[in-house]
């Protein structure tokens, strides 16, 4: 176990003066040959990599904050911290750093900082340089301390000293003594001095400045000082404004009063960073960081306190799910859980801390307001409470939705199937409410991330096989309902922005669950409502369903292939096509991409299915090259048919192929539903009828060439052959029947027992009961072997093609 002295978060300084987290780590300080010196590594604590390699440079300034916080600039434009967990790492670390550079370990900051374009201003200056005698702290003095201020800036050696003898003679509190006076006197231009004076010792950027004008006693005075600003013709009132207008709201008893100061010193700090202060562009890059590490580490504090209370969560937690706690109530409780939340992103440790959040009921409990409350603002903030959490661990979040599954027969009380009805009935014009839901649903059912405790098959299997069986049909349900006729039947923008949203989610299922989105689309003919979204008025949903057929046929399945083929899917796609005319747009670009790719791919099944069907209607098409593309490769097929070889001049009667190739429908339903039944990761499903049989298979087989033959497997061979995806039983994807699993450990069928005597091995019987693999092509069993299974078997059997 690592030691957690050494554990540490590093931060980095954004361009928009936020402290944006980089991962969670151990440090250490080493040599490092490449950087030629003793450095500071930070190792990764998920997988070992280098998070941090920063050589340990005699010249930089590193500042040691608040007992656990390294920070120090490198470059121009780039601000480190290193957040510890324990003092004592930071002790040694800062320790390392002082003995590198030659000082004392007591010190706060290393050295001064010196700009390189002061260098030679500053080479001839003395160790120790003489200290900055500040003017006598009058009313009478004010404009010469204001210039005074003003002209130390620009000289970072002079702003180090002007920040020491601030602090030194207690400076701050006896301009804010003065600034009462002024006050009271209506001085109107000392007042103007004192807040051009505070600005620039906010530009000094030191944390214990900070310190000094943001503690209890002096906040009030310091806000008081900023209201009268030089340009304005008439003050703000920021003092009235927090103490009336804006209201604190203790929604659970806060018994600890360091807790309670440091909430109400972070609010106004940060009003005043947001509110008051110019914009950063006014200031040097990175001028008031020391403001923003000030709130950053507050917020880190506030948390660390709120967590460390035995009875505060506890407390919250329980009134937000007690059924008498009003309305007005719970709005407070959960818009005080979204802050805490909020707050909670800055945290080292965020796994730990929405483990706890959990294990106290927050995710019921955030069911529980989506699904019962109606005020927009209490259900926003609960979605953005759910937000923090499935982005930061989603796995978190499945593992409580198959739980609650575990313990609930109803589908309707399902967090996932709130979270989707909340996304469809958003009554938001723009739907804000809903994308931000659907980017959520994406990423719970997102492969890639799904993480099991035990291995990622086994969230992944379990937690799809979960989603298809109890919340698909929800997710669907407004597109089922508006495309009964095969037409939508309301076409206003806001539904067709709704049924946008659930394409894209379509489209991604289709991509990532690949078996399951399969079962689900052919099974329920889905495909079909879909393609009738092209009848729409709204050219986006158009291209959401070309989009979503597009990525059907990009799986090269030839189970969605004969779907598409027998369900005549793509005529609405085509009738689509040439209703749009000669118009150049992105729904015309979208359909002839499928054609290309069809083409390109050389999909036999579908090219020779679009030829026979809507080749007349492609006739004249010729400002692209598709379709003269599409006609030649079907020539080419039909010419292989015409000159095919005939396997030793004995070519098998058409009547024996389509027995070979063609079957009936009954008997394919059966045998499909049979091997869904095996399949371990999904239920059994309906294969509807329109995938059961092609009447022109055989047509289209005979149109093969005699070498491709063999490889295009029989319908019911294909089905299975092409879920070789979904195979989670660690069971080989092989293109065979479906046989029990204990059988599948031998090739060879145990021998059965019959009244009748029956030779132990034939040439026959070897070709009848097991595969057998000539030139890399698969043997394929005789059709009837499994219904005569109970009878004796006769010793001889058919011939068998191209043997």
Same mark, same amino acid.
């Given at each position: ?91 040694? $670390?800062?320790? %390392? ?222 009134? =937000? ?67 923090? $959490? ?11 939705? =198959? ?95 709704? =049924? ?72 609405? =796609? ?16 979208? $359909? ?181 693999? %000539? ?29």
């Amino acid at each position: 176990m690592a030691d957690t002295r050494r554990r540490v978060k590093l931060y980095v300084l954004n361009d928009e003066r936020q402290w944006d987290d980089r991962g969670t780590g151990h440090v250490s300080s080493s040599y490092v040959e490449r950087l030629n010196g003793m450095s500071l590594l930070v190792r990764a604590e998920s997988d070992g990599s280098i998070l941090l390699e920063s050589k340990i440079e005699p010249d930089t300034a590193y500042q040691k904050q608040q007992e656990t916080l390294i920070v120090w600039s490198e470059n121009e434009n780039c601000d480190l911290a290193l957040s510890f967990q324990e003092k004592a790492g930071c002790d040694e $670390i800062w320790q %390392k750093i002082c003995e590198v550079q030659g000082k004392d370990p007591s010190v706060d900051i290393t050295q001064d900082i010196v700009e390189e374009s002061e260098d030679e201003r500053f080479d001839e200056m003395p160790d120790a340089a003489p200290p900055i005698e500040l003017p006598l702290c009058e009313l009478s003095r004010l404009e010469e301390i204001s210039e005074l201020f003003s002209s130390v800036l620009p000289s970072p050696i002079k702003r180090e000293k002007l920040a020491l003898a601030i602090e030194n003679d207690n400076y701050v509190k006896r301009l804010l003594e003065l600034f009462h006076v002024c006050e009271d006197l209506e001085n109107m231009e000392g007042l103007h001095h004192l807040y051009e004076i505070f600005k620039d010792i906010f530009l000094l950027n030191k944390n214990s400045l900070l310190e000094m004008m943001f503690s209890e006693d002096s906040i009030n005075a310091m806000l008081g000082v900023l209201e009268y600003d030089p340009s304005l013709s008439t003050p703000y009132r920021h003092r009235e404004y927090l103490s009336s207008k804006s209201r604190f709201k203790e929604v659970i008893p806060i018994t600890n009063r360091e807790l309670l100061n440091k909430i109400h010193q972070t609010y106004r700090v940060q009003y005043i960073q947001d509110t008051i202060l110019p914009t950063p562009s006014v200031f040097e890059e990175n001028m008031l960081s020391a403001l923003n590490s000030f709130i950053f580490f507050n917020k880190i504090e506030i948390v660390t306190m709120i967590q460390d209370d035995e009875k505060f969560l506890p407390e919250l937690f329980s009134q =937000l799910m007690d059924e008498n706690t009003d309305d007005e109530k719970r709005q407070d409780l959960v818009l005080f859980l979204k802050e805490f939340c909020m707050f909670a992103q800055t945290c080292q440790n965020r796994d730990a801390f929405f483990k706890m959040l959990s294990a106290l009921g927050l995710l019921p409990a955030l069911g529980y307001i989506l699904q019962n409350m109606e005020e927009p603002v209490v259900r926003q903030a609960a979605t953005d409470i759910l937000a923090y $959490i499935v982005e930061f661990s989603p796995t978190l979040v499945r593992e409580f939705i =198959l739980d609650q599954r575990k313990q609930q027969t109803d589908d309707d009380i399902l967090l996932m199937n709130v979270i989707i009805e909340q996304m469809i009935c958003d009554t938001d014009e723009d739907l804000g409410g809903a994308i931000q839901l659907m980017n959520l649903i994406r990423i719970l059912l997102d492969p890639e991330n799904m993480m099991g405790s035990i291995t990622l098959k086994t969230e992944k299997t379990e937690f799809l096989s979960f989603f298809y069986k109890h919340c698909i049909h929800v997710l669907t349900a407004p597109l089922m309902a508006n495309t009964a006729t095969l037409k939508p039947s309301k076409d206003d923008y806001q539904t067709a922005h709704l =049924l946008s949203i659930i394409m894209d989610l379509l489209t991604f299922c289709v991509e990532h669950h690949t078996y399951h989105a399969k079962n689900h689309i052919i099974s329920k003919d889905l495909l079909r409502r879909i393609l009738a979204l092209l009848k729409s008025q709204h050219a986006f949903l158009n291209l959401c369903a070309v989009r979503c057929m597009r990525r059907i046929i990009s799986l090269k399945d030839d189970f969605y292939n004969r779907y598409i083929i027998k369900g005549k899917l793509f005529e609405p =796609l085509v009738n689509a096509f040439l209703s749009n005319g000669n118009k150049y747009n992105l729904l015309n670009s979208a $359909i002839l991409d499928l054609f290309e790719f069809v083409r390109i791919e050389d999909i036999k099944l579908l090219i020779v299915h679009m030829m026979e069907e809507h080749g007349s209607a492609f006739k004249n098409i010729d400002y692209v090259k598709t379709f003269q593309g599409l006609h030649k490769k079907y020539e080419q097929l039909k010419d292989r048919e015409t000159n095919k070889p005939d396997f030793d001049g004995l070519r098998q009667p058409s009547s024996f192929q389509n027995s070979r190739y063609r079957r009936d429908a009954r008997a394919l339903d059966e045998e499909e539903e049979m091997w869904f039944d095996q399949d371990d990761e999904q239920d059994p499903a309906v294969i509807p009828e329109a995938v059961a049989s092609l009447p022109e298979m055989s047509v289209i087989i005979d149109s093969i060439a005699p070498e491709e033959k063999e490889t295009i497997a029989e319908p019911k061979e294909m089905d299975k052959e092409n879920f070789d995806n979904s195979n989670t039983n660690g069971r080989p994807n092989s293109p065979v029947k479906c046989i029990p699993i204990e059988a599948e450990t031998t090739i060879t069928p145990t021998p059965v027992l019959t009244n009748k005597t029956v030779p132990t091995s034939t040439s026959a019987e070897v070709k009848s009961s097991s595969l057998t693999r %000539k030139g890399g092509l698969v043997d394929y069993p005789d059709e009837d072997s499994d219904e005569d299974s109970d009878e004796d078997l006769p010793v001889s059997k058919r011939p068998r093609l191209a043997t």
